[in-house]
């Protein structure tokens, strides 16, 4: 116990001493929260939509006037013909453009059924796809107030996406993404440099000749990083708290307590790439190509997984990134209970148990 | 006789914080001269030999190497000076000549100029066997001889080699000395650094870095009868004897 | 009473570069000696220290330190060997302190219960004793690290160039520390590619790809391998090793320190004048000849040039 103490403290001193790392440890976190909080929200805001107004009633007015009144859209652009749409995308002028067919207050009156195109410039599939669902929400608001003083149910297309998201601050959902890739990112590459880095310097050599157990080394090696990834997630849940304004849902323990059981997935797999490779460089090289690239293509935030060729969904199983978001998911932004993510943290904990086994399998108590 | 100075430096100086590295060191090395560079761990050799090859400036002080002065025309300085330092410069996956290839263009010879030098120099070197193997799989001796060779490349008029010679076998330790000796025959300066006292002893005027002042300055010979002793060793022992700094 | 360090037939092959690093390779070292491996880079000394140290296993054959096998009992061996790899092995952003209680701790035990073994040594570094490691100088650094491998008091040490890339001044510190640590009962495995260094051991192996040339008492060593041998000095050295090498009855010729040695071929008849006339005809002015017994280093040459 003594021995592990001491270790740890040593451990500590590494990390507090060098500055670079330091940096990162905690810089990171809150850089990215800012930057995605803010950059991708604030792009959301201000689209600039192309209105192409057939109808000229009470309900495409209506409609009109409340995108119009929103921060999220400028509408730039009034059309009477097709073909200007067209122009205006080719230009890159408009995200959005929105078509109001002829006859939309009798459809919708009549057959008590009426449809609005709305046509996205998919360049920039993200955004594009947001402000879709941007625009579908106040169209369901209006629906729900037409509801309210009618009585026939009138019914307008609505996006079912938007459930989970009412207020339609996007800035938050960006949150468990960037957690998800923080703690993929520093738990991996830390723990895996720390221990090249002994091998690096030799003096792992030393360490190798004394009589301390090598699950002695592997622990004392990722207890330091567990708790710095710990704090890592409370500077992010913090900060989303309190700048992004995100609201706390489901259980606060809960979450914490899974954010541990991802953490020690991403330390032993850390481990278990340090038992591997001979150099930092590699270390800090596999880190990023082998395990952050696939957890930011298939991790489910960047591109749905749904969208993707059925062998690449296969592969999107064993990136344990894909089960914590979706764990994130449920909890921060459903404020679902453990009920609903079991599957999920099964997964995350065989696939921790592995790692853990294939690492101290793989740790030599020999150089070679 | 008239002999060209290569090297000068006066009152050569340099200071990290409060703390005098290289002391106000005034030398002068001739062409063509095996110059020995001996100094304590920490002493300021290195420091010096940085400032002497334009890569630090120093604090206060002049010199001029190969006729150039370190302050205001480094990149000159650099284009006529070699440097081989005990860490090897090759690159381990590259072969002999493609490191040769590599060094010779980075001085801007000539296309065709460099093949011929190469070629030559491989031929001279002896190493054709191994001239198309990649350096790391190389015996140490192979690797030191063609790193030296690297460093003379371009025809520079002085070579700064520190600790060329670690960790080798006696036999190739001397074949590298006979390859030092041919350089300075052919009007090379060759200032270097060394922990081995007897390499001290092949050097045409050593000098003696104590706590960043030069100490001593002579032939190995006289160093020997002004200290009576027998060995450079000694010499080396008695000096740094005196050394106040302590080795931090 | 056990051996120190026994290694029968030990055979060791680098699977990825297939280079031989050591070919049936015995060795005995008596309790409480300071034995020397004097050898150049590639001898295969760093690799002997990893199978003895229980880093790495041989291919082949046996070893056993302090009576423990080097395979089987793994553990024992490293309850109470010391180990100062050759590769600087210090945390250089821990304080001198720190590292120095660190390794204690490793050990099981305190800097405070073995005080005595490391105090000679260790006043030296007080001063610096909130100083980084990697703020030290060459000799500092050596100092430290051998404290560290000393802290839990080893029965048996394995050093492995330690003083390579020291100055000539640490070196010999380091030399008179090694000696007190043997008055202490410490079996102490050294490694150095130093000849100079063999003459400061109890015994010493001379080493060369992995293969032993001769083992015995640095003057054992030197008595049993002499040849006739001069050394020489003239105005024109470099022009003198070329001429000397040329001469008939030249078996071998090289610069050593401030003169050159000549190692004659057996049997051939030499006489004095006859060198002198030879070279005096070539142009060689303040020509000074006499007949030397080899060093240790001349033996080495001698021993390196029958295996090559």
Not at chain 2, 1 to 14: H, P, S
Not at chain 2, 177 to 188: H, L, S
Not at chain 3, 280 to 288: K, S, W
Request: proline letters at 4%; one cysteine or more; hydrophobic letters at 45%.
């Amino acid at each position: 116990m003594r021995v592990l103490t001491a270790f740890i403290k040593k451990e500590f001193w590494h990390v507090l001493r060098d500055r670079r790392s330091l940096t990162i440890l905690l810089g990171l976190p809150v850089m990215m929260i800012l930057i995605f909080g803010f950059a991708l929200s604030n792009e959301v805001k201000n689209s600039s939509v192309a209105i192409l107004d057939f109808a000229g009633d009470d309900v495409s007015a209506q409609i009109i006037h409340r995108l119009n009144s929103s921060q999220y859209f400028d509408i730039t652009h009034r059309l009477r013909r097709f073909d200007d749409l067209e122009s205006l995308f080719r230009q890159n002028q408009v995200r959005l453009g929105l078509v109001f067919p002829a006859n939309l207050q009798d459809d919708l009156i009549g057959d008590g059924e009426g449809a609005i195109q709305i046509i996205g410039n998919a360049v920039d599939p993200n955004t594009t796809n947001t402000t879709i669902q941007y625009v579908s929400a106040i169209v369901a608001d209006y629906q729900k107030e037409l509801w309210q003083t009618q009585e026939i149910p009138y019914q307008i297309d609505v996006s079912y996406r938007m459930l989970y998201n009412p207020q339609l601050e996007s800035a938050y959902t960006f949150v468990p993404g960037v957690m998800t890739l923080i703690l993929m990112l520093l738990g991996t590459m830390m723990t895996s440099v720390s221990i090249v880095r002994e091998k690096e310097m030799g003096t792992m050599e030393v360490l190798l000749v004394s009589p301390m157990r090598p699950i002695l080394v592997i622990i004392s090696k990722a207890i330091p990083y567990l708790v710095l990834c710990f704090v890592d997630v409370l500077i992010i849940l913090l900060l989303a708290y309190t700048v992004l304004e995100m609201p706390l849902r489901g259980n606060l323990l809960l979450l914490l307590l899974m954010c541990i059981l991802f953490v020690l997935t991403t330390l032993t797999l850390g481990l278990l790439v340090s038992t591997l490779v001979e150099s930092q460089q590699v270390a800090m090289f596999l880190s990023l190509v082998g395990f952050f690239m696939p957890a930011l293509i298939f991790g489910g935030y960047l591109f749905p997984i749904e969208n993707m060729p059925e062998i690449l969904q296969v592969i999107s199983n064993a990136v344990p990134t894909r089960w914590f978001y979706n764990i994130l998911k449920n909890i921060m932004i459903k404020g679902l209970g453990f009920e609903y993510i079991i599957k999920e943290a099964i997964i995350l904990s065989g696939m921790t148990f592995l790692f853990l086994v294939i690492a101290l399998k793989k740790f030599k108590i020999r150089l070679m | 006789m008239n002999k060209l100075i290569t090297i000068e430096t006066r009152d050569l100086t340099k200071r990290f914080g409060n703390f005098t590295a290289v002391d106000a060191i005034s030398f002068k090395v001739y062409e063509g001269e095996i110059f020995g560079f001996l100094g304590a761990n920490g002493a300021g050799k290195t420091t010096a030999m940085r400032m002497l090859c334009g890569l630090l400036t120093p604090t206060s002080g002049q010199a001029l190497v190969a006729g150039y002065d370190i302050y205001r025309q480094p990149n000159q300085l650099k284009a006529h000076i070699g440097y081989m330092s005990q860490k090897f410069s090759l690159y381990p996956n590259l072969t002999a000549r493609e490191n040769m290839t590599f060094y010779a263009g980075i001085y801007g010879m000539k296309r065709k100029e460099i093949g011929d030098k190469v070629h030559s120099l491989i031929k001279s070197l002896g190493v054709e066997k191994y001239s198309d193997m990649q350096v790391h799989n190389l015996p140490l001796g192979w690797k030191q001889k063609i790193s030296f060779m690297t460093a003379i490349i371009h025809n520079p008029k002085i070579v700064f080699l520190d600790e060329p010679t670690g960790g080798v076998d006696p036999i190739t330790r001397r074949q590298f000395w006979d390859m030092i000796y041919e350089a300075a025959d052919r009007g090379i300066t060759v200032f270097v650094t060394t922990h081995y006292m007897d390499e001290a002893e092949y050097c045409d005027r050593v000098s003696m870095m104590v706590d960043g002042a030069i100490a001593a300055l002579d032939t190995p010979e006289a160093l020997k009868t002004r200290y009576s002793v027998a060995s450079m060793n000694d010499v080396f022992i008695q000096l740094a004897r005196k050394a106040n700094r302590s080795a931090v | 009473m056990n051996n120190a360090i026994s290694i029968k037939n030990i055979k060791k092959t680098y699977p990825k570069t297939g280079i031989l690093a050591l070919e049936d390779f015995s060795l005995e070292i008596a309790d409480g000696e300071l034995f020397g491996l004097i050898g150049p880079d590639g001898a295969g000394k760093t690799t002997l220290f990893r199978i003895l140290t229980t880093l790495i296993l041989p291919d082949f054959g046996t070893a056993k330190v302090a009576g423990f096998d080097i395979i089987k009992q793994l553990w024992d061996i490293r309850k109470i060997v010391g180990y100062m790899p050759g590769k600087f092995s210090l945390y250089q952003d821990l304080t001198v302190e720190e590292n120095l209680r660190f390794f204690a701790t490793v050990f099981n035990t305190s800097v405070e219960a073995n005080y005595d073994l490391i105090e000679d040594i260790y006043v030296q570094l007080q001063p610096f004793k909130n100083r980084r490691a990697g703020k030290l100088s060459g000799g500092m650094k050596q100092k430290l690290a051998l404290c560290c491998a000393l802290i839990h008091q080893p029965r048996v040490l394995f050093l492995d160039e330690p003083t390579t890339g020291v100055d000539p001044v640490s070196r010999k510190e380091f030399w008179d520390m090694l000696d007190q640590l043997k008055r202490k009962g410490i079996s102490i495995l050294v490694s150095t590619p130093y000849m100079d260094e063999a003459a400061r051991c109890d015994r010493i192996a001379l080493l060369q790809k992995g293969q032993v040339l001769d083992v015995d008492t640095y003057e054992g060593i030197l008595l049993k391998n002499q040849k006739p041998m001069l050394a020489l000095r003239s105005a024109h050295m470099f022009k003198l090793l070329t001429d000397l090498r040329r001469f008939p009855a030249t078996e071998r010729c090289y610069s050593f320190g401030s003169v050159h040695h000549l190692v004659l071929k057996a049997g051939y008849p030499y006489r004095e004048n006859e060198l002198m006339d030879y070279l005096q005809n070539l142009g060689h002015e303040d020509i000074v000849c006499q007949k030397i017994k080899a060093e240790i280093e001349d033996v080495f040459i001698d021993l390196m040039s029958g295996v090559a």
